[in-house]
């Protein structure tokens, strides 16, 4: 039967990257869904997409391609899941020398609804439209490329931890009590029992340097911050190392080497992507410095002074802020104030503060890893003494006895330790230019959508 | 100052496993937790462990280490977090034939408490006292070994899956509706609306496959089953892949390559282990046939039903009644009565059911992979079709209308799929025989632990 719906027996024998004019006259099976679809009486032109690229299929009258084959094939709208049996033969017209004409056609779904927007379109206006039709969304060409890429730069990250001799760890994001000390939880129930998401793997990592020194996650964190901007997201993935022996300078030499490893890894993808698509990828990936320059907190406030703004000592550093500065590309800002840091971090010793001049007021051994005005990354180095922990949680008002489940562990005494959480949406945001970390991931979470 | 307590700019030169006799001299810093320290009036052995190992400290009176070092090593409680300067010293009589003698000592964490079991302890009668000192428990051998093993099979998994093509995704764990439209769900407050906490993937992974073709996710999966068994958990690491363009024979043949490939890298880690350890790895890993049997289910009935037990067509096959048939190692069973089996699972075509004769109901393209007992993954073809999925639905009694922002992506053409997903822990426990999957887990959670 030259046409059918279901997949059977039927397997695909190529993807479309491994199809060239030299295979003239063999058989083949592609699969994918339908890209166009043109009948012009007597012939169809088709094209159907699958993981690699595009096939050109070409239905002729009188031809070898069997009349039913053809008139089916030009029945079917754009999106349809369909395969086709036929012969590769060489075309010198086709854009890539060869096309399909097809002798099997299977229709395994036909398209029920006209999709709110072309599926070769490079950008749609609203967002929301696009996410509504997410599935069909992720089939255009700049998303596909972008989330290529984002499992790609995974892999170069892992590989980095399996390098260093880092070992894969999980933490519950079901826990009792909140890291931070604070808001933006998710509350749950858990049997009896109130409970929250967690918002960073940070105590359970900690602890886990006492056992295994070198310690990396790559999981969700749940946030409840109702902020509608484009680099917020109620659900996110968090690349999170922990180390033990070592301190926060460590930790951002590993950070400069995961940030150049993983646009390498972009980069990589992008020459190939680029090779297949005859160079029409609409996604460029930054050059990274040999060394990502590091400025104090304290000389960034100087400097800000300087320039007449009114930010004092001890604020935070805005976006507007930066851009004041004119900071641009991949920067650390280093040795925040201690104040509003967690109570986990660790204060800075003497001499470690403001780069420019005398130390004004307490700071910590921490950092932000910056990308002009978006924030990608925030670490520090541990306190690792339970009597530290709980003298920084009392200045900060928190309820000591509700971490005893945490503090109990630097009992049995925590080596010296730093670490950090890296976005992994922020981090793709900045390696591909995508300007809204909605499209970082791939079903967004954040106030206003809870689906699809 | 030969005593200090701060980390500082002091940094480890070599590991454990990285000092052999051939360094006889050497200048050495090592870092770690003490696992023994015993003093003997005028010496001092002690000995630091470290992610790769054991190294042996002797400080004797009138010897190179100065006095005020052997005295504070000998004041230490087993634990400790420490770093030791010194030299390396080759001497026969110690057990990899060198140790050494320490110059400077630095005290990072000092124990505060007496640990509940020692770290050299081989087994402990209780559960929930190793679960209470986490941090430490994890120091013990045997879930080193787990734990390391572990990371290495998840790199193999993950190996696996970029050799063949697969993109990694990430959905989310925050959703609106029941997957599998029923119980078992942990509710949350999402800022004004009712969500809950994703149960499997299912839904997102089927969707992806529509513009990635071949998607795999390892991230957490939450079940609100108040079992108290030792193969539940609350919290899980669930493998899982999805897959355009095939059924759910494909997916067995994927299932099979992971498991064979994950006990090679099991196997290979404790090779090395042993090697360095002298043999001493409570741990062992299974033989993987070339084969993986699959059994029909209807043949399994029959089976029971010969053997005696009152078993009938549509019945679960409980582990007794697998234990009953003497099944043991891994084993596929297949085509599972449809009735039972959520709404996306695909119905067989006729012949596909009982291999022992007649089909006498209805059953599924399905798979469960077990090992012995324990059920490691769960699978099948895919309904592509929306017309489908809602019929199937409505015979369970579903909420067609809850689901639009699932069905609606079917509206646009979904291709044949099929796919599972794997249990990370409990293929673990087949894997190194570990008898409860509390420590396949490195913080379990379970109707009754929500801390540490």
Not at 386 to 411: I, Q
Request: proline fraction near 6%; aromatic fraction near 8%; charge should be negative.
């Amino acid at each position: 039967m030259a046409i059918s719906s279901d997949l059977g027996d039927l397997r695909r024998t190529h993807y479309s990257s491994e199809l060239s004019e030299g295979m003239d006259g063999q058989d083949v099976t592609v699969m994918g869904w339908l890209l166009t679809v043109r009948g012009h009486g007597s012939i169809t032109f088709a094209t159907i997409c699958d993981r690699d690229g595009e096939v050109p299929i070409v239905a002729k009258k009188g031809g070898e391609c069997p009349d039913e084959v053809r008139e089916a094939l030009s029945s079917l709208k754009a999106h349809s899941s369909v395969a086709v049996r036929g012969t590769l033969r060489a075309s010198p017209k086709a854009p890539r020398g060869f096309e399909v004409v097809p002798a099997e056609l299977r229709i395994f779904s036909r398209v029920q609804k006209i999709p709110p927007f072309e599926p070769v379109a490079k950008t749609v206006k609203n967002i929301d439209t696009r996410l509504e039709a997410r599935p069909i969304d992720l089939r255009r060409s700049v998303l596909q490329h972008t989330f290529k890429m984002r499992s790609r730069i995974l892999r170069a990250v892992r590989d980095y931890f399996e390098r260093e001799g880092f070992i894969e760890i999980n933490t519950p994001k079901i826990i009792s009590s909140a890291t931070e000390g604070g808001a933006a939880l998710f509350s749950i129930f858990y049997y009896d029992k109130p409970a929250f998401l967690a918002q960073s793997p940070q105590l359970y990592k900690e602890q886990l340097t006492m056992s295994f020194e070198k310690v990396f996650e790559i999981a969700p964190i749940f946030r409840a911050e109702a902020s509608r901007t484009p680099r917020h997201l109620s659900e996110a993935i968090s690349i999170d190392l922990e180390e033990a022996f070592v301190d926060y300078n460590d930790v951002m030499d590993r950070i400069a080497s995961l940030v150049r490893e993983s646009a390498d890894a972009a980069r990589s993808y992008l020459d190939g992507a680029k090779e297949v698509a005859g160079g029409d990828v609409p996604l460029a990936v930054p050059e990274i410095p040999d060394t990502i320059p590091r400025h104090t907190y304290g000389s960034l406030v100087d400097r800000l002074q300087g320039a007449g703004a009114k930010t004092q000592w001890g604020d935070d550093l805005y976006p507007s802020d930066l851009k004041r500065l004119g900071l641009d590309g991949f920067y650390f800002i280093v040795d925040w104030p201690l104040g509003p840091k967690p109570f986990y971090v660790k204060e800075s010793k003497g001499g470690s503060g403001d780069a420019g001049g005398e130390q004004r007021q307490r700071t910590s051994e921490s950092f932000d890893l910056m990308c002009g005005e978006l924030e990608i990354s925030s670490g520090s180095t541990r306190i690792e003494r339970r009597e530290d922990l709980e003298s920084r949680m009392r200045a900060k008002g928190m309820n000591v006895d509700s971490f005893e489940y945490h503090l109990g562990a630097f009992d049995y005494g925590a080596p010296p330790h730093a670490g950090c959480g890296i976005g992994l949406e922020r981090l793709l945001m900045a390696l591909t230019g995508t300007a809204n970390i909605r499209d970082a991931t791939f079903y967004p979470r954040d106030v206003d959508r809870l689906v699809p």
